[in-house]
């Protein structure tokens, strides 16, 4: 008998399908140049059956922007990838370019959080996975069980059982795909919405004048402020830091950009509750704001406009 997966019954129940994201004004050939046109895979995602097309998302998180500037209302985004996948099947591959956890212990011990901070991300916010058509493949069975493991460590089918498991729905009001969010955030769009607001940046590192630079070539000038938070381990210890960092998080803020790996979930939670603000995972974004794409290791799909 065919092993049914949360995936298989978001398709055939028709809430969902997978349809190529394409955004009017964006270039991806410079990161395939990089990195490969196998890198196109990913242009194929996951998508909501009530949205036909990538400009139609990017309409839906500037219309839910607005209405969370305008009306007071909290917001978290957060953006789950191969990091935060491989976190939530409890391996230590989730450290790449920065490290997330300590052990696996720690990971065992920081997930029911994790679980709550979601629950609480579906309800007020959304969810932005990476659902492709190249990170959805069912691992083979083989006579090696660790191995099998292995090859599903990281998947985004993975993440989806991880969350049917845990009673987190993905639904159309709580789910937009990964890449929207990156191309919206490095959009003009974006940078005119934040024009004049005060925009609170919490990251290990920022440079202001160049997060300055950025916003003015695209005729933008936010108020800027920046809260220092850990470069490590935020994903197993927020609850130890939270109470010190939101102190030094400005009232009057209007929005909130983190980069914090895998602790963007808790951080972004946290600060859009504690202030009624959006609260954004910009991950890349930060560091392009920053002038240090290289902290990326190059380009990302989806932020580069022509």
Partial sequence: MKEEFYLDRLLSGG???FNRLKIDGIDNEPVYDCFGEHMSVEETCLFSQEIDSGQEYMELVQKSLLDSLE???EMPIVRFADGEYAFYVKSMKCNGLYQQAESVAAIRRALPYHIEMLRRLVKH???APLIHKGNIAVPKRGFWAFIRRSRSEGSALQ???FLAANEIPLAADNYIPFYVLYAFLSSPAFAEIVDGKHLCIL???CNIEACREWFSRRGSAPKLT???IPDSFVATRWQDMRQDILARVPKDCDLCLVGAGIGSLLVCV????TFTV???DAGHVLNMMNAREDKSNGARLYTIWK
Avoid: M
């Fill in 203 to 205: 990251n290990s590192t």
């Fill in 278 to 280: 959006p609260a954004i």
């Fill in 15 to 17: 809430a969902f399908n």
């Fill in 125 to 127: 916010g959304w969810l």
């Fill in 270 to 273: 946290d600060l859009a509750s």
């Fill in 71 to 73: 009306n007071k209302r």
């Fill in 159 to 161: 993440f989806l059982e």
């Fill in 226 to 228: 920046f809260v220092e």
